[in-house]
């Protein structure tokens, strides 16, 4: 029953956290810039703006266009609470694997691109090519990194690798450092951040993200932006869950989800303030430099699932 | 039971004769069509049957055939379970191909092979010695060839049919050398015989080879691919399906049947190379599925794929199980067995789209296609579903069979030899390339065909399918979607192959609908997972209800406020696999060339891209040639004289009993 309850809470909290994340990658990456920036609260304010506005489609959209960013904002809503946070007490905790959850962030990705696709417009194509190939290029590298979290703990569900690791079962180890950094670069070209996209861009030729989305206005353009936001949330929750699982609670007892929740909270702060560190320190790659990035995430990947393989075998 | 498939089976072949009498009326072709469908489902339901039951084998010796051996039938378990995969599909095909008919100017040619073409592929699940196989096999081919011909009008049909003969005929060759190495010189073909046979170490090595070369070249896996996608193309639509989602099971059905049940336990290595040819198709395969235009080649290159995925089952199921890790043999089998009823099921539903599609619109070109959604609704929600099944996605079928899948090759045991377990890493590479591609693939042919803006003045005027050529489609979709949330339906069916085959059952693994692997605690729950995206999905309408309320305004596109009405300014198909094309570029020797006037100069510049299966220039055309060239020589034994016929006969009779008495 408490499965139950927590799911929700874990639902209700990375709703209502998402927005919050991104308003501080952005005032980080201001004050670091020499701005003073806007609020972190400002990512809630635009997307209640976004919700009064009228949203305005064009003439030959079809009802795919209106339907893809509720399935991706609903897909990724599912997907941000499957990953354990504060607690491992979760009621769908067992339904999806890693790799269910690949698949689950491929669906919402899927619909995005048809949604790009819909109205027939130049931008909403080269957006929808580029962002499938970036998938397709970072989805072997998620795998070679779960390959390895799966050979070190012996089972691609979240669950097992939090508690595996928990327990104590992996020390400092250069496979699992290696899979960390492989996560951490497909994170970034996932959600479309600096080297491989640029979140802020004003520049239409260099959009990736941002011009298949082009289009939409008004309600869908909020359920693609909290749909964007969430899928920020996933990948830091992912990489807190699975390389610094500490914190999360394993018993029900007040203390243990104080801890969890505190501990997530801070993993998340610090992820943000990471994430926009290095994001003002490097500059956007050309589109198809995006290749070397992606192919140095799947060989470091592949390393560490060898690394460890061998370690195993000697 | 197995008398009632029989009884089918006549039915199919009368059926086929009246179609050569009665291929002129419209009428009577669709009613041939529509008894050949209700057959097929007859067939389904009884394989489906069998299975649930858990009756006993079942035999049969019919006396024709050979004199001494007659012709050995059987259903087994594996048998029961590829009689639903192919008649399953082939049902729905049927019907679609009785609603095509007035669409299909070429039915005299078609109408009589069509209910052959599934006799024979029926024939090839229950034959039980290895004269009835090879026979049944090579009716298989030569009536899929005949159908490939219905258009022989175009040079194309006829130079893919030629191949399509050509590689049959090897294959068939080298099934028929792989049986006649595990008979041995004892002379008896029947399957139960060669099963008790067990084939010494290099000969078990070379029945393992011939049986991929020949099953393996009709399932399409690489090398061997390049006829494929041309023949499968080729053919008419409902053929195409059946070509495209139920031969290629078939031959995989040759394959488990050789590799697993006649030819004994084989190293492991065999296991580990299918595994990794599966992988190399997958990836492969996608890659010119990508750049294809004409929608029907780009399906047949992902059948090239989704093959290789049931290898990569297949194969891993093979070297567990050599390996002596049946629990994950069982993973493995139930894979490869589970993705081979899925791609039937799904890639039979995209060629039927296809063909409903090409009737609306005239043209299966996706440049000249484009915003058919709002004209044919219906079929787009088909459409869509066999995308999102065939690109892996979830709630559909495809995901559970790749999610095994992967299991299989995360499952990496401890105790495997050390250079499979190093091998499965890069497995893994390349499936979840081939599932990304996919997804890219099939975003790229639904979206250039159902959305955007109209290419072409046919798709424009395109006016939607009747319901005859619509609901087919759909209704497979509903089987994707039904065995996706409930992955039981299809374990219940494939679990007692597994048992016949002596690997222990994978049904422990499931706790109500989801699957649950015990031992590693990972699992997938679909139902559970569309129950919370249904609530979720729920209260984010109502809280937009409530929260945004005003109604959309429809106005011009805003395209970064430079629209542009004409809908050569859309990306199209080939602009869309541009990326990938450049970073794969190497792999397909594509060429592009950019012809670009110098100033002033006032021509029109040109861009041309032009790529070729660099495997079909290795290997095919010296294959092709060599066979023409032979052929070329033999012409002469045509137009012998009777004497010169008579000596040649006396000769061979000669040497015949010159090796009895040297092998006696």
Redesign the interface.
């Known amino acids: 029953m408490s499965g139950v309850l927590f799911q929700l809470v874990q639902f209700a909290l990375v709703l209502a956290l998402a927005p919050l994340l991104t308003g501080i990658v952005r005032k980080v990456k201001a004050r670091l810039n020499g701005r003073i920036g806007a609020s972190p609260l400002q990512p809630y304010r635009d997307l209640a703006r976004l919700l009064r506005k009228q949203p305005v489609a064009a003439e030959g959209a079809s009802p795919l266009f209106f339907a893809s960013p509720l399935a991706a904002f609903v897909i990724l809503w599912l997907a941000a609470g499957l990953v354990p946070s504060f607690t491992t007490d979760l009621a769908l905790a067992g339904s999806a694997d890693l790799i269910a959850l690949v698949a689950l962030l491929a669906a919402a990705r899927f619909a995005t691109a048809l949604g790009g696709l819909d109205v027939g417009t130049a931008f909403g194509g080269i957006g929808a090519s580029r962002d499938m190939m970036l998938a397709a290029l970072a989805e072997p590298a998620m795998l070679m990194v779960i390959v390895t979290l799966a050979l070190v703990a012996g089972s691609t569900s979240l669950l097992r690798i939090v508690g595996f690791v928990v327990g104590g079962g992996v020390g400092v180890e250069i496979s699992m450092s290696l899979a960390l950094i492989a996560l951490l670069m497909v994170a970034i070209a996932e959600n479309g951040r600096i080297p491989i996209d640029n979140p802020a861009t004003h520049l239409e030729l260099t959009m990736v993200h941002e011009a298949m989305v082009l289009e939409y206005s008004g309600r869908q353009l909020a359920l693609i932006e909290g749909a964007q936001m969430l899928k920020l949330l996933l990948y830091l929750s992912l990489v807190g869950a699975v390389f610094a699982p500490w914190t999360i609670a394993f018993e029900d007892t007040p203390d243990a989800l104080m801890v969890g929740l505190i501990g997530y909270a801070g993993k998340l702060a610090l992820g943000a303030v990471g994430l926009g560190l290095f994001e003002v320190t490097i500059a956007k790659m050309r589109v198809f430099r995006a290749t070397e990035f992606l192919g140095g995430a799947l060989l470091l990947g592949l390393l560490a699932a060898i690394f460890r393989l061998i370690a195993e075998t000697v | 039971m197995l008398a009632l498939i029989v009884g089918a089976l006549g039915a199919l072949l009368a059926l086929g004769v009246a179609g050569l009498a009665g291929a002129r009326h419209a009428s009577i072709g669709r009613s041939i069509y529509g008894v050949a469908a209700t057959v097929s489902a007859g067939l389904a339901v009884l394989g489906a049957s069998r299975l649930t039951s858990g009756a006993a084998d079942e035999t049969l010796i019919l006396p024709i055939g050979l004199p001494w051996l007659g012709c050995h039938l059987r259903l087994d378990a594996l048998s029961a379970f590829f009689l639903v995969v192919v008649h399953a599909p082939a049902s729905a095909i049927g019907a679609f191909a009785a609603g095509y008919v007035t669409h299909e100017p070429a039915q005299p040619r078609i109408l009589p092979a069509y209910p052959v073409f599934v006799a024979a592929m029926t024939a090839v699940l229950i034959a039980d010695d290895a004269y009835a196989f090879l026979l049944a096999w090579e009716l298989m081919s030569l009536a899929s060839w005949v159908l490939v011909l219905a258009h022989h009008e175009e040079s194309d049909t006829r130079s893919a049919a030629w191949l399509y003969l050509v590689i049959a005929t090897l294959g068939t060759v080298c099934l028929m050398a792989a049986l006649g190495v595990l008979a041995g010189g004892a002379g008896d073909y029947a399957f139960a015989s060669l099963r008790g046979a067990r084939p010494a170490p290099l000969a078990g090595a070379l029945v393992a080879l011939l049986a991929l070369l020949g099953a393996g070249s009709k399932a399409g896996l690489m090398p061997l691919h390049a006829w494929l996608p041309p023949a499968h193309a080729a053919a008419p639509t409902p053929v195409s399906a059946l070509m495209s989602g139920v031969m290629t099971k078939v031959a995989l059905y040759g394959l488990v049947r050789i590799l697993f049940d006649l030819a004994g336990p084989l190293p492991w290595g065999w296991g580990a190379a299918i595994a990794m040819v599966g992988g190399a198709s997958a990836v492969l395969g996608l890659l010119y599925a990508l750049l294809q235009t004409d929608i029907k080649r780009l399906l047949a290159y992902s059948t090239v794929e989704n093959i290789g995925i049931a290898a990569i089952g297949i194969g891993l199921a093979l070297g567990f199980r050599a390996s002596g890790q049946s629990a994950l043999a069982a993973l493995a089998l139930t894979a490869g067995l589970l993705h081979a009823l899925n791609h039937a099921l799904f890639k039979s539903l995209l060629f039927l789209g296809t063909g409903a599609l090409a009737a609306a619109t005239g043209t299966r070109d996706l440049e000249r296609l484009?915003?058919l959604?709002?004209r044919m609704?219906a079929l787009?929600l088909a459409m869509?579903a066999g995308a999102?099944a065939i690109?892996?996605?979830?709630p559909f079928n495809g995901?559970v069979s790749e999610?095994l899948t992967?299991?299989a090759?995360?499952a990496?045991p401890?105790a495997a030899q050390?250079s499979l377990?190093?091998g499965?890493?890069?497995l893994?590479?390349l499936?979840?390339?081939a599932?990304?591609?996919a997804?890219?693939c099939f975003?790229?042919a639904?979206?250039?065909a159902f959305?955007?803006?109209a290419r072409s003045p046919q798709a424009a005027a395109a006016h939607a399918p009747e319901a005859a050529l619509v609901w087919p489609p759909l209704a497979l979709g509903a089987a994707c979607l039904l065995l996706g949330l409930v992955p039981a339906l299809g374990i219940a069916l494939s679990d007692p192959v597994l048992r016949a085959l002596g690997v222990p059952a994978f049904a422990g693994a499931l706790v109500g609908p989801?699957i649950?692997l015990g031992d590693?605690?990972?699992?997938?729950?679909a139902i559970?997972?569309a129950v919370?995206?249904g609530l979720?999905?729920l209260l984010?309408?109502v809280a937009?209800h409530r929260?945004?309320p005003?109604?959309?305004?429809?106005?011009?596109?805003?395209?970064?406020g430079f629209?542009?009405a004409d809908?050569a300014?859309?990306?199209t198909g080939s602009?869309?696999?541009?990326?990938?094309r450049?970073?794969f570029g190497p792999l397909f020797a594509v060429r592009e060339r950019v012809d670009m006037p110098a100033p002033l100069e006032r021509r029109a510049a040109g861009f041309a891209v032009s790529l070729r299966d660099p495997l079909w220039i290795a290997l095919y055309r010296p294959v092709a040639r060599l066979v023409e060239m032979l052929a070329g020589r033999l012409n002469v034994v045509q137009f012998l004289t009777i004497r010169r016929y008579l000596s040649l006969t006396f000769g061979v009779l000669v040497l015949l009993m010159v090796l009895v008495v040297i092998g006696a």
């Open positions: 484009g915003g959604i709002g609704p787009a869509l999102a690109a892996g996605l979830p995901f999610w992967f299991q090759i995360l990496s401890p050390a377990r190093l499965l890493p890069l893994g590479v499936l979840a390339l599932a990304a591609l997804a890219v975003v790229r639904f979206g250039i959305l955007g803006r989801a649950q590693n605690g990972a699992g997938y729950n559970g997972l919370a995206a979720l999905g984010t309408v937009l929260l945004s005003l109604t959309e305004r429809r106005g011009a596109p805003w395209d970064c629209p542009d809908p300014t859309q990306y602009s869309f696999s541009q990326p990938l450049r970073v």
